[in-house]
Every structure is written in C-alpha cells, then in structure tokens.
C-alpha cells in the first residue's frame, strides 16, 4: 500500500502566490533563469537557480551557489513572504491546460518505500545530478520541488477529488505558458484522514518525473540519520515532497529526435534501407504527427514521410522492445544512422512535444538533416515497464504542464 503523509508546509502568502511560484530548476538554464528573474525579487528562482544573484562565471556546482539559496530562502520566510501552517496539512494541486485537467493529491511520501520499490523508478539518474540536490538540500534544510508521481487511478478517485476542491481555492493563477495552476490547501483533520484512506488501497506509485529529486532526498535521509544518534524514523527527513496524480489525468507529449548527418548513406540509399524494416510513404499532410503506435514522422531534405514499423520488428511481450521509442532506436537510428548510444553521441538532439514539429522541421532545416517525429508513450506503457522493474530508453516521456516550485516546501531540519 502507498502511504500519504501530512506536514506543515512552508508557503507563500495568497497574495504573493503567482510572483512566488517559477519553473522548476532542472527545465530552465541559468542565463534563462537570470532572464526570468530580472525585476522579480520574490521568484522562487532565486532559491532553487540562485545562480541568478552571483556573478556569471559563478560555476554551477559552486558551494556559494547553495548558500545563497540558504540566504535567500530564510529572507523569504523573514520578510514573510513565506509563512509556515501551524498543523500538519495535505493539498491538491490542478493544473489545465490546452483543455486538459489534472488534479493530484500532494503531501509527504516515505524515503524508506523509494527505496524498497514501492515507489517504482523507469529512469536511471546522474550522480553530478544527484549531488547537486542533496547540497542544496542540506545547505537550505528543505525540499524545494514536489516529485510528480502517478498511481493508477481507482472507481472513486474523481469523486474524491471533487468533493476537496468545492470551495474556495488557495492560488489560481495562469503563467506564461498559459498553464492554469490551482491549489487547495487541506486542513480539516477528517479531510486529511480520507485522503491517507485513500491511499492506504493503493498498491504502489510511480515517479513520472523527478527521479532525481527523489534519489536525492533518499541520500539526504540517509546522511542525515546516520548523523542523528537519535534517529527513530519519523523525522522530515524521512520523507519526501511530492504530488500524486491518477494515471487517467496524465498524457505523455511526443519526445522527438534529430540527427546530424546521414551516416554516409545517400538520400536514395537511405530511403531503400529504411524499407527493409519499415514500409515508407510520402506523409499526407506538413508536418506530419504520427497518429498511431509502431508510425513515425520522418523529415528529410525538405519533405515529410509516413514510416510504420513492419511486424516483425514489433515484439509487445517485451514492454522495452514495443515502445516507439527502442523501436527507432534498434531498428533504424542504430543499425542505420549510426546512433549506437542516444545518451552520448552529439549528432542527435532532442525537441519535447512542447515546442512543436515546426520546431523539428526548423533545427533540421538549419542546424541538421533529419528529424523523426514520434508517436507519444503513453502512460500504460510507462507503468508496465515501471512494474517490470526496467527502465525507460532516454527521453522517452515528456510531461506538461510542469509543477510550479516555490508554492509548497518541505522544511527537513
């Protein structure tokens, strides 16, 4: 079973909500967050990219980049720009956006069941990563971002989430990505006793996004306890932030690739060997989105094909060999293309969903020479593999609208 833990979250007055609340950290690059920062003295961003307060050359990893975010953050909660509630609460966080709504249930979730597999991972994570948020978690005392997690939604979810979220909310605002974001927060003693019900039946959950931030917070726990020689298990530390959305609220957007060069192939030559694996045609409209599993877009010298991957190619016992993803991998940009490891060779890039096809067709025209479009991963796909205890090829899944850092912290010290 998954459990939900209440805490007394660190947040922004009502009033300063929308001017508190930024991107996350890890979607926005320093000179970007410098950019957004400017003439917003209470952005979250000057705690979570503190960067923006140092001078340029500042390295990324520098001690003086986390105590800043420590200084920051307690400037913050002086000026009271950021109170602290009294008793442990809950919240439910909504985010619409481009007629869609998602609605999860947010709170504390136990370090000690990401470690054991209950919180079930599809990523692998980069140490420099890691070690990056453990020091700003230990330099600030807090958890600064939630974890997206997902769980697979039950008969009553909707019901209960619509009973929590009839009365007036506690932020609504719209950002520049014209992403709605509401949040409830949940006081009521017996209203947070439903929600841990709630979630006492379910059987496990699955990080859609943040393995970083929750293989951080599990390293964090662990040097904290070990420095504790009163630690019993229930400290902060022992848990971390997250929100928890019901599989059925998500999409997964398109996750597109780009490649430089051809691999000595001619145009002709290429087109003959991708017809070995996959049947190809001129694509039906400009650009071209595939419209089911196994069909890619393909753009090319200034034209778009249809391609669809031919059944032999296709195994779906496998949950890693039948998504999209390994399917262009191991059929067409390895053993064609020459990609043999997408996570280091610098002739392929990769465009989220977000930014559209005109973006792929674009970079090809300008900076590479061909771009494939793919159909997104969905999120059954996404738990299967999760319950197969494998993971993900990379830039499998790209979520959106993000969760807004700064509305809700989680103080550990």
């Not at 929100?243 to 609220?249: E, I, N, R, S």
Request: aromatic residues 10%; contains cysteine.
């Amino acid at each position: 079973m998954a459990l939900i833990r209440p805490f007394r979250a660190l947040r922004p007055k009502k009033e300063h909500g929308a001017d508190v609340a930024s991107k996350p950290y890890d979607v926005i690059s320093s000179d970007e967050a410098r950019t957004e920062a400017q003439d917003k003295p209470l952005s979250f961003l000057h705690v979570i990219k503190s960067e923006v307060d140092l001078p340029k050359e500042t390295h990324p990893y520098d001690p003086k980049i986390y105590a800043k975010a420590k200084e920051n953050l307690e400037r913050f909660i002086s000026d009271q720009v950021l109170v602290q509630e009294d008793e442990p609460v809950l919240f439910l966080y909504r985010q619409i956006w481009q007629g869609r709504t998602q609605t999860g249930f947010g709170g504390c979730f136990s370090v000690r069941e990401y470690e054991k597999n209950r919180i079930k991972k599809h990523e692998f994570t980069r140490k420099d990563k890691e070690d990056d948020r453990v020091n700003h978690i230990l330099t600030t005392g807090a958890q600064t971002g939630q974890v997206f997690l997902a769980f697979r939604s039950k008969e009553n979810t909707d019901e209960l989430i619509e009973s929590l979220t009839q009365r007036e909310v506690d932020y609504d605002f719209t950002d520049s990505e014209e992403a709605r974001h509401l949040l409830w927060i949940i006081r009521n003693p017996q209203e947070v006793e439903r929600i841990v019900t709630f979630f006492r039946e379910i059987p496990e959950l699955y990080i859609a996004d943040g393995h970083h931030r929750a293989a951080s917070s599990s390293r964090v726990c662990n040097i904290m306890a070990s420095k504790n020689p009163k630690h019993n298990g229930s400290e902060e530390y022992n848990f971390f932030m997250a929100v928890a959305f019901p599989h059925t609220h998500l999409k997964i957007l398109d996750y597109n690739r780009i490649i430089k060069g051809l691999n000595g192939w001619s145009f002709e030559g290429l087109i003959n060997r991708i017809t070995e694996s996959f049947t190809v045609h001129a694509a039906p409209h400009s650009p071209y989105s595939p419209q089911n599993r196994h069909e890619f877009g393909m753009y090319c010298q200034g034209k778009w094909f249809c391609l669809k991957g031919k059944e032999a190619i296709v195994d779906e016992s496998d949950p890693i060999l039948s998504l999209d993803v390994a399917i262009l991998q191991n059929h067409l940009l390895n053993p064609v293309l020459g990609i043999e490891d997408p996570r280091t060779d610098s002739r392929i890039s990769f465009i989220g969903g977000i930014r559209g096809l005109k973006a792929l067709q674009d970079e090809v025209d300008h900076n590479a020479d061909i771009g494939f479009s793919l159909f997104p991963t969905s999120m059954e796909e996404l738990l299967n593999v999760a319950d197969a205890e494998q993971v993900m090829p990379p830039k499998s899944t790209w979520f959106e609208p993000k969760l807004k850092s700064g509305l809700i912290i989680h103080r550990i010290d």
